[in-house]
C-alpha cells in the first residue's frame, strides 16, 4: 500500500520527489520520508503523520542532491512514528520497501545474533540489516542483492541506494508493484505509474522475481538467478491533467461527477451502438476457450467484491454460466474445487490487490483459465491473466472508489453479453433490449449526478447518526452492501447493509425510531417485496430514507426522507443509478462531520499486502 518514489539524473531532486509522493498519497499517509545522496553522504528527512508535515523539512535536503528516493507510509509493522518512517538507513545505505516481509522475526533474531542493533520496529529494517550485513561478505551490490532476495519471505518492493555509488537506484520486486519510468538523462521508479505522469510517458513494469539498476542513462534488468533480461518501455495512457482535482474539492466528489462521461466512453469503446454489435478486440477473449467453461468464480476484495456479487446476477442471468463471487481474501484458504473447466476472472481497479492477484496465480496453477476486469494497464493481475478487460475509467485517487465500482458493474454487463454472443446463447430480444437500455444510461447517468443538491440536503438531516442501514433486493442488494462500506470508510458512521428479505430473520432487531434504513426500491420485479420491508421498519418506528422513482408516490408517503433516482428498464444498469445518490450521501455526510473524504483514516487505495 506505501507510495515509494526515487529519481536518479543530474537535476536537483528534492522538489520532485516530494511531489511524486503528493501523488503518491492515496497509497498511505501514516509517515513520510525522503532520502538523498550529497558529497558522499545519506541525507535524511522523515516525519509522522501526513505528507504536509514534511514539507517544512525538505530545506534540511541538500539543494544539489540528484539521487534520491521518498516514502509515504501505510503501516504495518510498527506505529506510524518518525522512527519507523522510511526510508531507513545505516551507514552509507538507505532502503525503502512497499509489502511486507513475512520472515522478518527470524531473520531479525539472526542478526541480532550477529551483533545488529535495530532502531525501528518495522520488518523492513530487517532487509536493511541483511543487505548491510551481505555487502561485508559480497561488496558488488547487484550480488548482495541477489543473496538479500533468497532470504526474503512476503511481498516486497525494494528501493535501495548507497552513498559508495551516488549515481545509482536498485530495485528489487516480489509481490508488491514497481515501475519504471524511463527519460531523458534522468530515470525514475515508483509504486504506481500514476505518480510519473508529469515526468514521463515512457514506463517499464517490473513482474515478480525482477531486480532493476538505475542510472541517469540507462536502465538494467535481470532476474534473481543473476541473468540479464532485454526489456521494453511501454506508453503510459493516462494524463497528469486527469489526476487533478480540477476545481473539486474532493478527488471523490471529482470522480462521482466524472461518471457520466466514464460510462459513456466505456459504452462507445466497446460496442457500435448504431450497428448493435460489439468491439470484440477491446475484450480479449480470444485466448479464452469460452466452450469448455461450465462455471465462474469472480474473486475480488471490498468495492470490487460488491461489483462481482452485481455480476454474479448478470452473468448467470445473460451468459447462462453457474457463478459464484468469491472474497478473494478467503478464497485460497478453503480449497476451493477448480478445475480446467472453471473460468476465474479477478476484477480489480489497480491491478495490483495483493489477495486477489494470489488468487490468480493459485487459478494459473490448478490449470484453471483467468481472465481480469482492471482499470490500470500493465499491471499485476493483467499480466497474469490469459485476457484483460481494462475499464478505462481514468485515475481514481480517492480512497473510497466511485466510479470504478460503475465501470466494474458496466464492463461486467458488457461481459456478459458478449460471453452470451459467443457461446450462441444471446437471444435476438435480448440483445436489443440491452442496447436500448444503454443507449440511454449516460443521460440517466448525468440526471443522477445532477441531484447532488437534494442528497445534501437529506445528509445534513441524518450526519449526526451512530448506524444505519441499507436494504435492497436483486441487483439493489449489492447495492446497499457498497453504499454502507462507502458511509463507513469516510464518515465513520456504522453502517451494514443487508438484503431485504433477510431483515426479519435478525436485523430487524435493531429497528427503532432512532435507526435511519436507507431503502432501495427501483421499479423491478423486486419492488412489491421491497415495499413490504418498508412496511415492516415502519411498523417498528424506523426512519426510512427512501430512494426510488420519482413518481413513485406510494414510496414517498412511507420515506421520512426521499432521494428520487432516475430509472432504467435494466436491472443491471438500474444497481448503477442508484449507486450514485448513496456516493453523495456518504460524501456530504463525510463533509458535514469534518472528516477527511479523499484520505480516511486506517486506509489506503491500493491494498498490495494479504
Known sequence: MCGVIGYVGTKPCAGLIFEGLQRLEYRGYDSAGISMISNGEIALVKSEGKLSALQPHLGKLPADGTTGMGHTRWATHGAPTTTNAHPHTLGDLALIHNGIIENYQELKEELQAKGAVFKSETDTEVALQLLHFQLKQTPEMKEA?????????????????????????????????????????????????????????????????EMAHLTSNAVKVWDFA?????????????????????????????????????????????????AQSFKLSEFELDGIDLKAVKSIVLVACGTAHYASLLGRYILEDVAGIPVNAELASEFRYRNPYLDK??????????GETADTLAC?????????????????????????????????????????????????VLCQYL????????????????RDAAFAAMRNLPALVDRAVNSAGIVEDVANRYYEVKNMLFLGRGHSFAVAYEGALKLKEISYIHAEGYAGGELKHGPIALVDRHMPILALAPRDKHYEKMISNVEEVRAREGQIIGVGDNDDKRFRELSQDYI???????????????????????????VKRGTDVDQPRNLAKSVTVE
Open 564 to 590: 428520487p433516482c432516475p430509472q432504467s428498464s435494466d436491472g443491471a444498469l438500474q444497481a448503477i443509478l442508484s449507486m450514485i445518490p448513496l456516493q453523495f450521501l456518504a460524501y456530504y455526510i463525510a
Open 226 to 274: 543473476g541473468k540479464a533480461l532485454q526489456r521494453q518501455g511501454a506508453q503510459l495512457n493516462w494524463t497528469a491533467a486527469s489526476a487533478e482535482k480540477q476545481g473539486y474539492r474532493h478527488y471523490m466528489l471529482k470522480e462521482i461527477h466524472e461518471q457520466p462521461a466514464v460510462i459513456a466512453n466505456t459504452i462507445s469503446r466497446l460496442a457500435d451502438m448504431k
Open 360 to 408: 490468480v496465480k493459485h487459478a494459473r496453477e490448478k490449470g484453471c483459465q483467468v481472465y481480469s476486469i482492471c482499470n490500470v494497464r500493465f499491471s499485476s493481475i493483467p499480466r497474469s491473466s490469459m485476457g484483460t478487460l481494462y475499464m478505462e475509467a481514468g485515475p481514481e485517487i480517492g480512497v473510497a472508489s466511485t466510479k470504478a465500482f460503475t465501470s466494474m
Open 341 to 350: 473447466s472453471t473460468l476465474v476472472i479477478a476484477i480489480t481497479q489497480s
Open 145 to 209: 542483492l541477489l543473496k538479500v532476495a533468497a532470504r526474503l519471505r512476503g511481498a516486497y518492493a525494494l528501493g535501495v541506494m548507497s552513498a559508495r555509488d551516488p549515481g545509482s537506484l536498485y530495485l528489487v520486486k516480489m509481490g508488491s508493484p514497481v515501475v519504471v519510468g524511463i527519460g531523458e538523462g534522468e530515470n525514475y521508479f515508483a509504486s504506481d505509474a500514476l505518480a510519473l505522469l508529469p515526468l514521463t510517458k515512457v514506463a517499464l513494469f517490473l513482474n515478480d522475481g
Open 415 to 430: 461481459l456478459a453479453l458478449v460471453m452470451a454472443e459467443r457461446r450462441g446463447t444471446l437471444s435476438v430480444k435480448t
